[in-house]
């Protein structure tokens, strides 16, 4: 049926967004890299809550999410902010060390999430997705702030995702009641 395709349209179109960042940060296009992971995480959010709402749920969809996150939220932005910045670094393989780290970390969280049933109402350690258009946003003021600051930023969004840290997922939106449960209560 074509509506079980709708998680994976949103899912596809994350990662391509994802993909194009990549190609973008490669090119010179910094601010459209950073753009196209921010267009990422809207899209992501909303196949997130399609795939609730419709209770389209499934482990395949769940892996490829995991995967597309790992591209637009992991790779994207730890490349895009060594492009910027982290190539500088005096010691040239601690840029690259440092750029590797987050979506090392970010795979580490992902995988995790996969395998644990958690409670709803909280995360478990710093979601990817934020972590990750947390370091994009800085990317673009990385040539305004120093070099140290942004490698130890990387390191703490890293920690932040593997860490057990509980995050508050932030509060369900609960539905209106309906109409006749409103007349027959006045």
Do not use: W
């Not at 950073?34 to 992501?44: C, G, S, T």
């Not at 979506?103 to 934020?130: E, F, K």
């Amino acid at each position: 049926m074509i509506i079980e395709l709708i998680p994976l349209f949103f899912t596809t179109g994350s990662l391509s967004a994802g993909v194009l960042s990549l190609i973008h940060v490669f090119e010179g296009y910094t601010a459209y890299a950073v753009l196209f992971v921010m267009l990422a995480a809207v899209i992501n959010g909303l196949g997130c809550y399609m795939t609730a709402k419709m209770q389209l749920v499934n482990e395949f969809g769940k892996e490829l999410r995991s995967l597309s996150e790992l591209i637009s939220f992991g790779a994207a932005p730890a490349m895009i902010l060594y492009v910027v910045v982290l190539h500088q670094l005096d010691a040239f393989a601690l840029g690259i060390i440092i750029t590797s780290l987050f979506p090392i970390c970010g795979a580490l969280r992902l995988a995790r999430d996969n395998i644990q049933t958690t409670p709803g109402g909280y995360y478990v350690g710093l979601p990817v997705p934020i972590a990750g258009c947390m370091l994009a946003m800085l990317a673009l003021l990385g040539t305004q702030l120093d070099k140290l600051f942004l490698a130890l930023a990387v390191v703490l969004l890293s920690y932040l995702m593997i860490s057990t840290f509980k995050i508050p997922a932030g509060r369900k939106v609960k539905s209106l009641p309906d109409e006749r449960d409103f007349l027959n209560n006045l």
